[in-house]
């Protein structure tokens, strides 16, 4: 019986653990900004658990029957609250109030277990060993818990699916610490049926979990979701109404069908068109294949090295009939190689130097992606290209996000490289920056590629001319100490959609 209860620490360690992480994980994936998430996530959580731990010793008789009962809750409101939360999220405008309110109540439900358990120990074990034991299994449920969920449970199950999944484990650990001490329950009846209903209400959940999920996403697009995943990165969303296909990743818009090749003719063209017989191309980011599509209608070019975080991207663009038409099959193009991989690690490893590089990654939402725009990854980036290479950079809105832009292209130049700033008009967007990086000074072509159903000449020359609404603005340089672009996005983007 003594270690039937060890192994119940050892699973609500797991439980406590998994609903944190999620908590902090689908903040991340539906606010941004995983840093401020995940840190008030953890310490109103944890806070919680001290409230917890100190109602714990006004908790009098009936310790057993009132532990099974703190699991069953542990078990419904902690397993259930990614669904409610993504329902919440899509239906109403209480996001925050709900997910704290969660936090809050799991968290107080958690730190009353593991004293109540001591207690419960208390007569089977010595003091010193009572401690020593519980406190082992704790530590060793949260570690198996902490490697589970990036590698298996958020890529596998989804996050809905995983927290139904130890919600159910919650209940099983009052079902048999009931079953256990039978004989002490006057309610035992009563309490087998309560963790059966628990049990059945959480199965449902965890059956339809797919459904929920999709239901809530309707919520969120404003067009029919055909395809919809979690990957460990990130969540992978493609959305259709009559001819317009879009992709959305943590919810954020990546490209319209509808006018993508204005997006990816503007940051492709005006670089590698000035660059005299290009021969080796790098890309970072971009796992759909649409940047690579246009970089292939280019002759000379003989290898195109795609690096892309996440698998499930480039996978899913090269399985998908649909979306291999739209990118003109370019990831299976013999002339591309593509790797899966983190791109700041696999510049400070690579050998190779290339004639052209494309930047392509999300915005800067957060601190793991505003890395990817500081001084130190530009130097690395410098290291790579040719003597007569240039790299084109996405930057955001040089009009919706003045300091986030101008900071982009003024960390380009703390770098040593030549910026060129330039900008588009991309409908789903609206006004878009990029900047040119090069060694050598920058003349855009004199003509572009044929093919082309947007840039020309004449329009390719206006792209570098900036209006009065979108001049240089005063800003720091984003460097990795400071991340100062992340704090620029996220106050002038939430100006925005406010």
């Known amino acids: ?98 997910l704290y309110f969660f936090v809050g109540v799991v968290g107080v439900l958690v730190g009353l277990e593991i004293p109540l358990l001591l207690r419960i120990l208390r007569g089977r074990l010595e003091f010193k060993d009572l401690v020593s034991e519980v406190l082992t299994f704790d530590y060793l449920g949260a570690l198996i818990a902490s490697l589970l969920f990036p590698i298996v449970l958020a890529p596998k199950l989804g996050l809905v699916r995983t927290c139904f999944l130890f919600g159910m484990m919650n209940v099983a650990v009052a079902g048999w610490t009931a079953w256990m001490f039978h004989d002490e329950l006057p309610r035992f009846a009563s309490l087998l049926r309560q963790v059966a209903v628990a049990t059945m209400l959480l199965l449902a959940g965890f059956v339809y979990a797919e459904r929920l999920t999709t239901y809530a996403e309707q919520g969120l697009y404003a067009d029919e979701v055909i395809f919809a995943r979690s990957s460990r990165y990130q969540r992978i969303v493609l959305t259709h109404w009559r001819d317009d296909l879009r992709l959305f990743l943590n919810g954020h818009l990546q490209f319209s069908s509808r006018d993508e090749y204005r997006y990816h003719e503007a940051l492709i063209h005006p670089a590698l ?46 399985s998908n009939v649909q979306l291999a038409r739209l990118s003109g099959g370019a990831l299976s193009d013999p002339r591309v ?48 290209l040719s003597e007569h290479g240039a790299a084109a950079i996405q930057s955001t809105s040089p009009l919706f996000a003045k300091q986030s832009y101008w900071c982009i292209v003024k960390t380009v130049e703390e770098a040593g490289l030549e910026a060129t700033p330039y900008h588009a008009y991309v409908p789903s967007f609206g006004e878009w920056g990029f900047v040119i990086a090069s060694k050598q000074h920058y003349e855009p072509p004199a003509a572009y590629v044929a093919g082309l159903r947007f840039l020309n000449a004449e329009t390719g020359a206006g792209l570098f001319r900036f209006p009065k609404d979108m001049q240089p603005v005063d800003v720091e340089v984003n460097r990795l100490n400071n991340q100062v672009l992340v704090q620029y996005y996220d106050s002038e983007w939430r100006h925005v959609t406010d």
């Open 1 to 98: 019986m003594t270690y039937a209860l060890l192994v119940s620490v050892f699973v609500i360690a797991s439980c406590g653990l998994v609903y944190e992480l999620i908590a902090g994980a689908l903040a991340s994936y539906l606010l941004g900004d995983s840093v401020t998430q995940f840190s008030t996530v953890i310490g109103t959580y944890l806070f919680s658990m001290g409230i917890g731990s100190y109602v714990s010793r006004h908790v009098g008789k009936g310790l057993v029957a009132k532990f099974v009962t703190i699991e069953l809750l542990v078990g419904l409101v902690g397993g259930s609250s990614a669904a409610a939360l993504f329902l919440v999220f899509s239906y109403l405008a209480t996001f925050k109030l709900v």
């Open 273 to 318: 068109g000035a660059l005299p017989h290009p021969r080796t191309v790098l890309v970072l980011g971009g796992g759909d294949g649409l940047a690579v599509r246009e970089i292939l209608k280019y002759p000379t070019v003989e290898s195109v090295t795609l690096v892309d975080l996440d698998p499930a991207m480039t996978e899913l663009f090269t």
């Open 337 to 384: 190689h593509v790797i899966n991989a983190d791109a700041f690690v696999w510049l400070e490893d690579a050998p190779s130097s290339f004639d052209f590089a494309v930047v392509d990654f999300p915005d800067p939402t957060n601190y793991s992606l505003g890395k990817l725009y500081t001084t130190a990854f530009y130097r690395l980036l410098a290291r790579h």
